[in-house]
């Protein structure tokens, strides 16, 4: 069957909806060579334009799910959850969530991400345990998530294979940044995973890559209305991204404060996060009835230390070290540490969370393009919270380098603006679709 | 120097007008092939749904003829002129244009097209006379030029090669139809073939590619204004093709038609119109100083025979048969020829051109795509007018035929449509922008 490419292009171009079946043409076209690039560049731009409805967006996720392996879970007989974020700086929370959802029976099949820009990635985070292995073969992926109810790891090639080739022409396109496609490429990929429920972590703020909460409110909407569209249970949280999220940015440091978390401590916006994500999850995927129950649940397997065994299972069970993870100074440590400090005594108004996330890659926490190498050791920890007042020299954040650099500690000053006015701090949790 | 075709596909998807030294960079990176024909696609529907204004167009069109060879005949000592027409369903009047105009003592070097679709082709027509050559050196132009003051031939691939490629991907990837590709692909063939003075024919009705009087207006002044922004003298009509101009519809028969009216006689229409036609390239490239007298000379040249003496010398020069061209019945004729009848007495209200196009192009007439090879005898003789009365069984068209062909008797037959109502028959010049 020969797709008419001309005739699609024509449709979108004039502001015309394709049809599901042009739509599936297309992109089995595309997968299997016989629609060249140059005409899907064209689409990608025409569709940039004139907009995907929902039926087009559900057809596109599809054509996208059919190109790759996806995975079943149901022999195994346990309910099965799993949780996206769309990236934000200083979101460790899948490193939490994952073994203390698991820890609470159900299954988390995670496939993540690495970093790339100013937000960090998953997989980095966990490649920065000693031996941690995040290539594993969907047997491997199967018998552990049997034995043990999690596993963390990276995205295989057959994994929806068409986003990545589609992911690569919006990149040199300019057609990254258009909210149907980027719901067909989330949604395809967490659907591959064979989760029966998903909860979508959408992040709002000056670190995110939604600035305003209007349009992650639409994002939100449509990742769970598509996802449900599929079959699956969904939910969203939309949450501040105003303000890093906790107080570590950086590979190694971010494990570290996750570890704090689990054990009991750390930071009080990534436990709340963790936990009301847990509970989405929970309750999603059909092993709590109802919201309370579901954060109850949580909140033990938390507070029990139940959460932290099973992350320590999982570490040990994919290759890494795990004494070393929860011996204090365990995982390695930057060689330089400065403090950055407030010029002036005032109000924390504003932070400029790119700005950080942007230092980071800077520094060398993260890629500014694909083949970067990062260094795990590197990242800020970050003192001051929005509405905190400050004294003339207080410590704003902890910058962690691998060498000498001033500028540095300068970039990371600059992100805090100190003045007289109290800023209104967005709620952590912005809004609930369920 | 590296172009960042990303950038520039950003901005034009925002909206933003490029500078002229993006487009020249991104054209001159695409014929030099370190901008991928993907990155190209994208750019083209980007620009053809957020458009490109004047000075976007300029620039377009400047990186075109900058990609390709020029031609300069101001050595030659002589004014020059040419003419292009947007094609229409009976449009031969360059081939008797060409030669008038010379016979006045301007230079016409004249570079045309073949035929696709409903249109027919100057060159298509021109090599309906037995050994005549379209495809000469640049230096055999020259000399004919000199010589003769007139030469009639096909595009090299050394003309505009950038216009060529780009053409290509906008078939492709359906962003032909758009008002900044059509000025800067037709105004760089024009201006690369080194006239002095341009003056465009835009067809405007049925037959057309535009089928209103407001495009085809506003086409007409951007190719006059972005002529004269290249430095150039321009001017053009906006001329009716409600109905097929003259008789003779394909290729042979056209040529017929053509020394018709190169001997004094012919369709009014066709007559007026060249007459029109030449006054423009007369007045526009400075041999004459007014219209009238432009178009007293135009006249005199057509009506002293001295029109019809260039052009048999252009047919020999080029290698044609002159004496066959000259001789009643020289021209190859259809095996074949039918009449086309009215079923019922009335008035014609309306004539579809375009149908009577695609009639010719299904006998064998014209081309459905590049490939097709085209029969100069088939074509259609047209016997009524917009607004005739006819009688029941009255001859409306002769069908001109390689074989029978009832069906195509009967397509004709319908083009017309017969009635009680009295069209307003428009002007055959619709607009003059001067």
């Known amino acids: 069957v020969t797709v008419d490419v001309r005739r699609i292009l024509r449709e979108k171009r004039n502001g015309r909806a394709h049809t599901p079946e042009d739509v599936a043409a297309l992109i089995a076209g595309y997968v299997g060579g016989e629609v060249p690039d140059y005409q899907v560049s064209a689409w990608l731009m025409a569709a940039f334009l004139r907009g995907l409805d929902e039926t087009e967006t559900d057809a596109l996720t599809r054509a996208l799910i059919r190109s790759g392996r996806t995975f079943d879970w149901s022999d ?3 309910p099965s959850a799993d949780k996206h974020s769309t990236g934000g700086v200083g979101d460790k929370i899948s490193l939490i969530l994952a073994p203390l959802v ?12 690495r970093g790339l820009g100013h937000t960090g990635g998953t997989l980095d985070k966990l490649e920065s345990i000693p031996g941690f292995r995040t290539h594993l073969s969907p047997e491997a992926m199967r018998s552990q998530l049997d034995a043990l109810g999690v596993v963390m790891v990276g995205q295989g090639a057959d994994l929806t294979p068409a986003d990545g080739k589609l992911y690569a022409l919006r990149d040199v396109t300019s057609t990254v940044e258009n909210e149907s496609f980027i719901v067909s490429s989330i949604v395809s990929k967490k659907f591959a995973e064979g989760a029966d429920a998903i909860v979508y972590d959408v992040k709002c703020g000056n670190g995110a890559f939604m600035k305003n909460a209007e349009s992650a409110r639409r994002l939100a909407r449509r990742l769970v209305s598509t996802t449900r569209s599929l079959g699956r249970k969904a939910a969203a949280l939309v949450t501040d991204m105003s303000q890093p999220l906790g107080e570590a940015v950086g590979n190694a440091l971010e494990v570290r404060e996750s570890v704090d978390v689990l054990r009991g401590g750390g930071p009080e916006d990534v436990r709340v996060l963790t936990l009301e994500l847990a509970a989405s999850m929970l309750q999603g995927c059909g092993a709590e009835a109802d919201r309370a129950s579901a954060l109850a649940r949580a909140q033990r397997a938390l507070e029990s230390g139940a959460a932290w065994e099973k992350f320590l299972g999982m570490v040990a069970a994919q290759g890494g070290d795990a004494a070393l993870v929860g011996r204090p ?5 930057a060689p330089v540490v400065h403090d950055a400090k407030a010029e002036r005594a005032g109000t924390i108004e504003a932070i400029d969370s790119f700005g950080l996330g942007e230092l980071v890659v800077k520094i060398g926490g993260g890629r500014a393009s694909k083949e970067d190498r990062i260094d795990p050791r590197v990242g800020l920890m970050i003192r001051r919270r929005l509405g905190d007042t400050v004294e003339a020299g207080a410590v704003l954040a902890e910058v962690h380098l691998a060498a000498e650099d001033r500028s540095a500690v300068e970039w990371a000053a600059r992100c805090f603006q100190v003045g007289s006015t109290a800023p209104t701090v967005p709620s952590l949790i912005l809004e609930r679709v369920e």
């Open 102 to 113: 698991a820890a609470c029976g159900v299954l988390v099949p995670m496939v993540s991400g």
């Open 76 to 78: 195994l007989g346990r």
């Open 329 to 333: 100074d365990g995982m390695a440590r």
